[in-house]
Each structure stands twice: as structure tokens, then as C-alpha cells.
């Protein structure tokens, strides 16, 4: 078929020669009829033009549309170019017949002190013991034991699942769970007894799972076959085995959930914010620096960049997306603040470095440092790094005459500043500085993405063929660490114009500030030769 193609194309652009040296070479006749149109280019065509839409669906602006609108346009087309197949749930094995022998490992101590004295599991705050590894099947059985509930278990597997499974095989193992065998009842065991105890106990189990994953994961819920399935084990399923409260409570959860009207809430502030300090030339086009109050600088940095930091999800900070060119589109907010990080310091440094006279670059010098000790009264570590970064950069550390017109009060700050974000001793300061910070807060992001990194790098995703969990719960532990500073936001007013002179302000290039550097101090330049 290929081969016809490419005969048929030949004779299409009158390649007379290479078409009899082909059909030579492969020994076959070649009778083609006059067209309109090369096949082969048509469907080359028809390819690239599904591959584009395929590429603007994906990348498609979502400030114009809803994510579950575009996600769903693309799923559809992907239907319709017969691309996009059914996951296959078959596991291999159902839940209640896997053994547990060989298939589930548990946490134990490392008796280092005591070789001879064996070793013993690991039992968290709430009794339970500790996985360390186990196939999806003892996973799914241990988040919906009816012994015990492991809350942390349960948060750590919510958070980390994508890593080792999918939404919808995750959905058929609750659901295979959820159907309790009476052959596993013990002889011993009566009927009623064996139903109340263990059966609707199990059951229930798997409600409140069902419950808390579409509290957490409302994006994954998007996915309108997974939604599909789930609407109907509610509706055939629960509701009629009588888990009416349980079944209400998920259906008003997704409604609430894939109401477009419910997306960014934002909490409500008890106190009012503190009165803004409104430049006098707030409404001119001539709005500088000079015109700002460094405080109030400091504030609509916060915002800009909370509005941000809100944002990022905890799938986005999974198996490193932020930094993998095919996965990229999985971490928008993540991308967005390190942009924007990277934006503020270049922002810096042009402000600075952009002023011919000394005089002018040591005022905005000097206004950026105030700056950074108010962003560090605000607990603002992202921002306060990348300013700091920004009054650092070569172009403008180089300039020491400068540095010089600040003054040493300034210049102490700068350097107070520079060691608490210092990288020394795996960024001690900062963190212990984070760990004592009330909120609002903004941790500098960069710290918890290498962190994360070393934790994928440094440990297997699986640990004798089984699912490592001690690693997913090293990534929830850092997830969280970032969550439970999006609770509380800043609470200052917006000053659109601000806002909007420090987004827009023409940046210069590295090499541009380096040339500007050298022309305002050449090296070896005294300071009366400099203006």
C-alpha cells in the first residue's frame, strides 16, 4: 500500500525515471491512472492538519475557555482520529484474589545499635504500620481497610497516585473493592456478623475515598469517561445498597466541583487591608520607580506573585513535569511563577543599570534593598530571593562605586539579606527562617522543586517489583509543605497601575546590562571619572 502511494506520487510530479527505476527494483508493473492530486501528499496533509489541531487544543489559551471545555475538545478529537483507546483495566488479578505473601512489604527500624535484635515495623501516630512497597491491588486494599484508617496513608496515595496508576484503573480497583465476596467469610464468622463488620464497613470505606478523591482531584474528574463511570456506580450502585448520605454527599461534591462559577474561591479576610500608599502620579504614563513607596512595592509584588503560588496543584510538582519538555503542560503555575521569578530579578537589575548617572543608580539602588527588607518582613522568601538576585546579577554587583554612594547602613542590609537566602549548609537560614514565619507566606519555590528532584532521582519508583511508597510519601511530605502556605492570602489592596508598570517594564538583556555595566564604570575606573 505504502509503496503504491509512492509510485502514484512519482507519476503525479513526473518523475518518469525514478518511478521505472522502483518498479524495476521491486519487480512489479505499476498502471496508474491520471489524477487531480497526489494521494500521498492529500494524506500527508490531512495528517499535519489533525497534528495541528491536536498541538492548538493542547496549547490552547485557557484564559479564553473553560480546562474542562478544552480537554474535552481534545479527547473528542482524538476519538474521532481513532487515536485515544480505552485504557485496559485488567490488572491480571481482582483485589480480593491476590495474595498477600510477596506482595505487600512493611516499614521496619534499623536496629544499627543492636544487630542481633531483630527488626521491628514502624507504627505512625495513629497505630498503623507503615507501607514501604506493595502492588496497586494491596495498596487500594490498605486505603480502604476496615480496621483502621491511615489518614496520612490516605493523603499520601490521593496526592501521589498518578505516579504509578491512572484515574480510571484507580476507580475500577474501589470498585472492585467495594464488591465483598461472601466466600472470603471466615467459617466461624455468622452472615450477619461477617456483612456488619467487615462487608458495609469495607463499602463504606470506599465511599469516603470516593468522597475525599473528588474533593481533592476535581481536575481529574474532567475526564468525561472516568465521570461517566463514577456517576453511575453512584447512581446504580450506592444509592440502591442504601449509602444514600454517602451517595448525596459525592453527587453535590462533583456538581460543586464542575461548576465553572465555584473555581478561585478566594477565602474571606476578617481585617480590612492596610491603606494602600497611592503614588501621586498613580494615573500618569510617566510613572517611575521613584514615584513607588518601597512598601508599597513590596505589597503588589506579593500579589502578583501569591496570585501564582494559590494557583499550583499537587499533581503539578509530580515525577518533575516542571522541567521535562513533553511534560511541561502539566505544570502551567509552576512554569508561570518561575517565569515570573526570573522576570522580577532581570526587572532589578535593568532598573538599576538602565540609570546614566551615579547618583540616580544608587536611589533606586538603595530603594530595591528597603524593598527586599520589607518583602522580608512579609515572609515573601520567592520574591525577596529574586530581587536579592536581581541587585547580585554580575552587571550590577560589579558596580561598586555604586555600592559605594548607598552607603553602609544599606550595604549591611544587602549582605543581611544575601545570608538568609544563602544556599550554605543545604539553604539553612532560609529554612529555618520558613519553619518560624507566620502566614501569609511565600516560600522561595525553587528550594521545594530540588528538593523534589532529589527525592525522584534518589529513589526507584519500584522496590522489589512493587510500588515504593516510602518515596510517594517523601513527595507528599514536600506537596504538603507547599499547600499549607496557600491557605492564607495577602491581604493588601491591588494597585492595578503598579501591578501593570511592573509586568510591562521593558527588560534588557543580559549581555545589553553587562555592555551598559561596563560603559557606566569601566574597569579600573576611579570615582571621580564616573558621572
Same mark, same amino acid.
Given at each position: 500500500?505504502?509503496?503504491?502511494?509512492?509510485?502514484?506520487?512519482?507519476?503525479?510530479?513526473?518523475?518518469?525515471?525514478?518511478?521505472?527505476?522502483?518498479?524495476?527494483?521491486?519487480?512489479?508493473?505499476?498502471?496508474?491512472?491520471?489524477?487531480?492530486?497526489?494521494?500521498?501528499?492529500?494524506?500527508?496533509?490531512?495528517?499535519?492538519?489533525?497534528?495541528?489541531?491536536?498541538?492548538?487544543?493542547?496549547?490552547?489559551?485557557?484564559?479564553?475557555?473553560?480546562?474542562?471545555?478544552?480537554?474535552?475538545?481534545?479527547?473528542?478529537?482524538?476519538?474521532?482520529?481513532?487515536?485515544?483507546?480505552?485504557?485496559?483495566?485488567?490488572?491480571?488479578?481482582?483485589?480480593?484474589?491476590?495474595?498477600?505473601?510477596?506482595?505487600?512489604?512493611?516499614?521496619?527500624?534499623?536496629?544499627?545499635?543492636?544487630?542481633?535484635?531483630?527488626?521491628?515495623?514502624?507504627?505512625?501516630?495513629? =497505630?498503623?504500620? $507503615?507501607?514501604?512497597? *506493595?502492588?496497586? #491491588?494491596? &495498596?487500594?486494599?490498605? %486505603?480502604? @481497610?476496615?480496621? /483502621?484508617?491511615?489518614?496520612?496513608?490516605?493523603?499520601?496515595?490521593?496526592?501521589?497516585?498518578?505516579?504509578?496508576?491512572?484515574?480510571?484503573?484507580?476507580?475500577?480497583?474501589?470498585?472492585?473493592?467495594?464488591?465483598?465476596?461472601?466466600?472470603?467469610?471466615?467459617?466461624?464468622?455468622?452472615?450477619?456478623?461477617?456483612?456488619?463488620?467487615?462487608?458495609?464497613?469495607?463499602?463504606?470505606?470506599?465511599?469516603?475515598?470516593?468522597?475525599?478523591?473528588?474533593?481533592?482531584?476535581?481536575?481529574?474528574?474532567?475526564?468525561?469517561?472516568?465521570?461517566?463511570?463514577?456517576?453511575?456506580?453512584?447512581?446504580?450502585?450506592?444509592?440502591?445498597? =442504601?449509602?444514600? $448520605?454517602?451517595?448525596? *454527599?459525592?453527587? #453535590?461534591? &462533583?456538581?460543586?466541583? %464542575?461548576? @465553572?462559577?465555584? /473555581?478561585?474561591?478566594?477565602?474571606?479576610?476578617?481585617?480590612?487591608?492596610?491603606?494602600?500608599?497611592?503614588?501621586?502620579?498613580?494615573?500618569?504614563?510617566?510613572?517611575?520607580?521613584?514615584?513607588?513607596?518601597?512598601?508599597?512595592?513590596?505589597?503588589?509584588?506579593?500579589?502578583?506573585?501569591?496570585?501564582?503560588?494559590?494557583?499550583?496543584?499537587?499533581?503539578?510538582?509530580?515525577?518533575?513535569?516542571?522541567?521535562?519538555?513533553?511534560?511541561?503542560?502539566?505544570?502551567?503555575?509552576?512554569?508561570?511563577?518561575?517565569?515570573?521569578?526570573?522576570?522580577?530579578?532581570?526587572?532589578?537589575?535593568?532598573?538599576?543599570?538602565?540609570?546614566?548617572?551615579?547618583?540616580?543608580?544608587?536611589?533606586?539602588?538603595?530603594?530595591?534593598?528597603?524593598?527586599?527588607?520589607?518583602?522580608?518582613?512579609?515572609?515573601?522568601?520567592?520574591?525577596?530571593?529574586?530581587?536579592?538576585?536581581?541587585?547580585?546579577?554580575?552587571?550590577?554587583?560589579?558596580?561598586?562605586?555604586?555600592?559605594?554612594?548607598?552607603?553602609?547602613?544599606?550595604?549591611?542590609?544587602?549582605?543581611?539579606?544575601?545570608?538568609?537566602?544563602?544556599?550554605?549548609?543545604?539553604?539553612?537560614?532560609?529554612?529555618?527562617?520558613?519553619?518560624?514565619?507566620?502566614?501569609?507566606?511565600?516560600?522561595?519555590?525553587?528550594?521545594?522543586?530540588?528538593?523534589?528532584?532529589?527525592?525522584?532521582?534518589?529513589?526507584?519508583?519500584?522496590?522489589?517489583?512493587?510500588?515504593?511508597?516510602?518515596?510517594?510519601?517523601?513527595?507528599?511530605?514536600?506537596?504538603?509543605?507547599?499547600?499549607?502556605?496557600?491557605?492564607?492570602?495577602?491581604?493588601?489592596?491591588?494597585?492595578?497601575?503598579?501591578?501593570?508598570?511592573?509586568?510591562?517594564?521593558?527588560?534588557?538583556?543580559?549581555?545589553?546590562?553587562?555592555?551598559?555595566?561596563?560603559?557606566?564604570?569601566?574597569?579600573?575606573?576611579?570615582?571621580?571619572?564616573?558621572?
Amino acid at each position: 500500500m505504502i509503496m503504491e502511494l509512492i509510485m502514484q506520487h512519482l507519476h503525479y510530479e513526473g518523475l518518469k525515471g525514478s518511478l521505472d527505476a522502483l518498479a524495476e527494483e521491486l519487480n512489479i508493473e505499476h498502471k496508474i491512472g491520471e489524477l487531480n492530486e497526489s494521494r500521498l501528499t492529500a494524506l500527508l496533509r490531512m495528517v499535519l492538519k489533525d497534528t495541528d489541531r491536536i498541538w492548538d487544543l493542547t496549547t490552547a489559551d485557557k484564559s479564553q475557555s473553560t480546562p474542562s471545555q478544552n480537554d474535552d475538545d481534545l479527547e473528542e478529537h482524538l476519538n474521532d482520529l481513532e487515536i485515544l483507546e480505552e485504557d485496559s483495566l485488567d490488572q491480571g488479578v481482582n483485589i480480593w484474589d491476590e495474595p498477600l505473601p510477596g506482595n505487600l512489604l512493611w516499614k521496619y527500624d534499623d536496629p544499627v545499635s543492636d544487630p542481633d535484635k531483630p527488626a521491628r515495623p514502624i507504627i505512625n501516630q495513629e =497505630g498503623k504500620g $507503615v507501607v514501604h512497597a *506493595a502492588t496497586l #491491588n494491596k &495498596l487500594v486494599e490498605n %486505603l480502604t @481497610s476496615e480496621k /483502621k484508617i491511615d489518614m496520612e496513608f490516605t493523603k499520601t496515595f490521593l496526592m501521589t497516585y498518578h505516579t504509578f496508576t491512572t484515574p480510571e484503573k484507580f476507580l475500577h480497583k474501589l470498585i472492585e473493592r467495594y464488591y465483598v465476596p461472601i466466600s472470603k467469610k471466615p467459617p466461624d464468622v455468622s452472615k450477619e456478623t461477617w456483612e456488619t463488620s467487615v462487608m458495609k464497613a469495607i463499602q463504606i470505606r470506599v465511599c469516603n475515598v470516593l468522597r475525599k478523591w473528588i474533593d481533592v482531584f476535581e481536575d481529574e474528574l474532567t475526564n468525561t469517561r472516568l465521570l461517566k463511570k463514577l456517576k453511575g456506580f453512584i447512581e446504580n450502585v450506592l444509592i440502591p445498597d =442504601g449509602h444514600n $448520605v454517602l451517595a448525596t *454527599a459525592m453527587t #453535590n461534591s &462533583l456538581a460543586r466541583h %464542575l461548576d @465553572s462559577t465555584n /473555581k478561585g474561591v478566594v477565602p474571606t479576610l476578617s481585617e480590612q487591608p492596610p491603606e494602600p500608599k497611592v503614588p501621586r502620579l498613580i494615573f500618569s504614563p510617566q510613572l517611575t520607580i521613584h514615584d513607588i513607596h518601597e512598601e508599597e512595592l513590596a505589597r503588589q509584588l506579593c500579589l502578583i506573585v501569591w496570585e501564582f503560588y494559590s494557583a499550583i496543584k499537587p499533581s503539578e510538582l509530580l515525577n518533575q513535569s516542571w522541567s521535562k519538555s513533553k511534560q511541561r503542560h502539566r505544570s502551567p503555575n509552576v512554569l508561570n511563577m518561575i517565569w515570573r521569578f526570573n522576570r522580577i530579578s532581570q526587572w532589578v537589575s535593568t532598573c538599576i543599570i538602565e540609570c546614566d548617572r551615579i547618583r540616580i543608580r544608587a536611589r533606586v539602588l538603595a530603594k530595591f534593598i528597603r524593598t527586599a527588607e520589607h518583602l522580608r518582613r512579609m515572609n515573601n522568601f520567592d520574591t525577596l530571593t529574586a530581587v536579592v538576585a536581581g541587585m547580585t546579577t554580575s552587571a550590577v554587583y560589579r558596580l561598586k562605586w555604586t555600592s559605594e554612594e548607598v552607603g553602609r547602613q544599606l550595604q549591611t542590609s544587602l549582605k543581611t539579606l544575601e545570608k538568609v537566602m544563602s544556599s550554605a549548609g543545604a539553604f539553612k537560614a532560609y529554612r529555618s527562617n520558613l519553619k518560624n514565619a507566620n502566614p501569609p507566606v511565600i516560600p522561595y519555590i525553587g528550594i521545594f522543586l530540588t528538593d523534589l528532584t532529589f527525592v525522584d532521582d534518589g529513589n526507584p519508583d519500584y522496590s522489589n517489583n512493587l510500588i515504593n511508597f516510602t518515596k510517594r510519601s517523601l513527595v507528599h511530605n514536600i506537596i504538603a509543605q507547599i499547600q499549607q502556605y496557600q491557605l492564607l492570602p495577602y491581604n493588601y489592596h491591588p494597585i492595578h497601575q503598579i501591578q501593570q508598570y511592573i509586568k510591562k517594564y521593558p527588560i534588557l538583556e543580559e549581555n545589553e546590562m553587562f555592555a551598559k555595566s561596563l560603559e557606566l564604570e569601566p574597569r579600573k575606573a576611579e570615582r571621580h571619572e564616573i558621572l
